[in-house]
């Protein structure tokens, strides 16, 4: 392979910033197109990648799981020159590609795909067991995606999220996809993917408040659903050649790190392009550490709310009323009278002046 190839995998199991990573690669280094896979061919790379929540106006090769991984690499590695990125996703439960994908091939790991795995999609006829056996398929794949592009000569930099940092992923940056019907393009909003996540995996709950279907009811029933911090995380090979990166530090430290970046995949940087990358990436910057904000912020919400201590909540988010309100059921066995209450207020005070004991059978989780 021609030494002025390069193939290089941004990747994380959360959305952390890979996105902009991967443009920021294109950029900094003074490209001016970028290849794009789905397309099979070499497009135009943007100015700023930048929308209101996210950086999704690079269109970036972003495929699932390892199957659809190597497709791109194949078209990558068609070409002897020029700097080609990838960064690929966790197999998503809530695609028919995921089952499409498991019944065309095997898992290196195991001769025979599990049963659940050649079974049609019925979001109305599932158990416990078909969604372990699932989540671990899309484990064992993730790994084997993993050191797939180390062994196919990728340099990988993989970007970590942080157990400390869970709540950062309240509020959801992007629309995500369905979970049933061919819908490569993605959901229409946040909401709808929302809302059927909830009818395949919490249908007993929805049944329950068929009646209750106000924003304070809706509310409610999601933060007993609600596991904010009881995401999981595969375990992956890190004694593979890789760059690993704090989400943190990139969020805080971007110039430093993207330097680490271009020094590890050996690129350089133009001086020009990080002139005008600067005041981008801090734009995108103020995206990132307004949702980290509510992390460290939550535990004095929750105790000013408990406690009555006079403390501005903030203009929250619907997702983030749902966490506090999960958490004094949790946590502190309190509930809302929310009864009208489309909108939490600003001051922790007035929330105070509407707990009541929590009534709710509820699990021992913390």
């Known amino acids: 392979m021609n030494m002025s190839h390069t193939k290089i995998c941004v990747t994380s199991q959360e959305a952390v910033g890979c996105t902009f990573i991967d443009w920021s690669i294109h950029f900094l280094s003074g490209q001016t197109t970028f290849f794009n896979a789905d397309d099979n061919q070499w497009i135009e790379l943007t100015s700023d990648p930048l929308t209101q929540q996210n950086a999704h106006n690079h269109k970036k090769n972003h495929p699932r799981g390892r199957i659809e991984t190597g497709k791109v690499l194949d078209r990558f590695d068609q070409h002897t020159t020029g700097v080609f990125t990838v960064y690929p996703q966790l197999l998503d439960i809530r695609l028919q590609l995921f089952y499409i994908h498991a019944r065309k091939t095997a898992t290196p790991m195991s001769n025979q795909i599990p049963d659940i795995l050649n079974s049609t999609v019925d979001k109305n006829n599932h158990d416990l067991d078909e969604n372990k056996k699932i989540l671990e398929y899309q484990e064992q794949d993730y790994v084997e995606l993993f050191n797939m592009c180390a062994q196919r000569n990728t ?3 993989y970007v970590d999220s942080n157990p400390e940092i869970d709540l950062y992923h309240t509020t959801r940056r992007f629309k995500g996809n369905l979970l049933f019907g061919n819908n490569k393009s993605g959901a229409q909003s946040t909401e709808l993917t929302t809302t059927e996540f909830e009818e395949y995996f919490f249908g007993q709950s929805i049944v329950a408040y068929s009646e209750l279907t106000d924003i304070w009811d809706v509310r409610e029933r999601r933060a007993l659903n609600l596991r904010p911090l009881q995401r999981k995380r595969t375990i992956l090979d890190f004694s593979l050649p890789h760059l690993w990166i704090d989400a943190r530090s990139f969020w805080t430290l971007g110039e430093s790190y993207m330097r680490k970046i271009l020094t590890y995949v050996d690129l350089p940087v133009d001086p020009d392009r990080l002139n005008q990358w600067l005041p981008i ?3 995108w ?3 990132q550490l307004t949702h980290l904000d509510f992390c460290y912020r939550l535990p004095h919400m929750i105790d000013s709310i ?16 749902i966490v506090i309100q999960h958490f004094l059921i949790y946590k502190h066995n309190l509930n809302l009278k929310t009864w009208q209450l489309s909108k939490f207020p600003d001051n922790a005070k007035d929330l105070h002046a509407l707990l009541e004991p929590n009534i709710h059978q509820v699990e021992s989780i913390y």
């Not at 408990?306 to 009323?321: K, R």
Request: hydrophobic share 30%; proline share 0%.
């Open 155 to 157: 340099k990988i930099i």
């Open 281 to 283: 990436y801090t734009k």
């Open 285 to 287: 910057q103020n995206i």
């Open 306 to 321: 408990v406690n009555n201590w006079d403390y501005s909540l903030g203009n929250l988010t619907f997702e983030q009323e």
